[in-house]
């Protein structure tokens, strides 16, 4: 019986540590009609895809499955869920990253 009970709490130990790994990344699509800057880097016209890691400040800039760029941000709490994902923008500057459902953005800081 001690055995069971010790096998089942090394399973549950594997199950908590593993946890993190089950975390998913945070994408939002952008399709810009005219450039825009994020970060220091300036992205033309067309499909992109901005992908964040969970607990994560780095922003991958992504189109047609090509890495564009790396950005560093700040992660930030918002006061609410986003009801929808939606990029943020200053002019033609990328500001902020929102992703639906979810209480954690990505603002981009000025360059």
């Known amino acids: 019986m001690l055995n069971r009970f010790s096998q089942c709490l090394a399973i549950l130990a594997v199950l908590a540590l593993a946890a993190p790994a089950f975390a998913r990344s945070m994408s939002q699509p952008l399709d810009l009609n005219q450039p825009a800057t994020i970060g220091s880097t ?21 189109s047609n499955g090509r890495l564009v760029a790396t950005i560093e941000g700040r992660e930030i709490t918002l006061n609410r869920k986003a009801p929808y994902g939606a990029v943020v923008m200053d002019g ?20």
Do not use: D, W
């Not at 969970?54 to 991958?60: A, C, D, E, I």
């Open 92 to 111: 033609r500057r990328i500001h902020e990253i929102q992703f639906g459902g979810k209480t954690e953005a990505i603002e981009i800081p000025n360059s």
């Open 42 to 62: 300036t992205l033309q016209p067309g499909h992109y895809e901005l992908k964040a890691e969970p607990n994560s400040n780095q922003v991958r800039v992504v």
